[in-house]
């Protein structure tokens, strides 16, 4: 007995147009391994100052994962004066840690201005806060906020330090 309107019992003809997406996707696939490659042949070192610039936006990236890892001393290793000095800064972060089962800090830079008068960045960034706490099974923290922060552009290879962090 046949049973009529099963998936796959009648003949299966091809959709008209259906190759035009495949041949344009590989030609869009060509052409962006054309810009590659051509891109690739003129590749030239970072100056120092960008080198600087690069190292001063990573600080962020380093700052997360010293965070995700619950380590104050790779976190203090990212501060510099006034931060690194001030007394109450390792208290703080200790507490911090020592509150949550895990915690993770999401940075976005969003924009940044260089001051050559005090070699430094002040980026404008977006941040959240989520963390789990170690007590019980208590409700989980979030906090989102914008904040500043002021980033010394050393000269490379020496790693950009955070030097002053404001906002919310």
Known sequence: MEEKGMAGSGPKKRAEGRNFPIRSGM???????TLVSAGCGEVKPLTPEEQSLVSA???SESLQKAFDRE???EVMGLLAPPLS???DTRIQLERLFGMFKRINLTLVMDSGEVDSATHSIT???HWTLTGLPKIGSGPRYFQTGE???VTSMRKAPAPSRLEDISGD
């Open 27 to 33: 030609i869009a696939f060509a052409l962006l391994a």
């Open 123 to 125: 980026f404008s960034a």
């Open 71 to 73: 380590s104050v001393d």
């Open 85 to 87: 000095v001030r007394p």
């Open 147 to 149: 904040c500043r922060m």
């Open 57 to 59: 936006w990573k600080v």
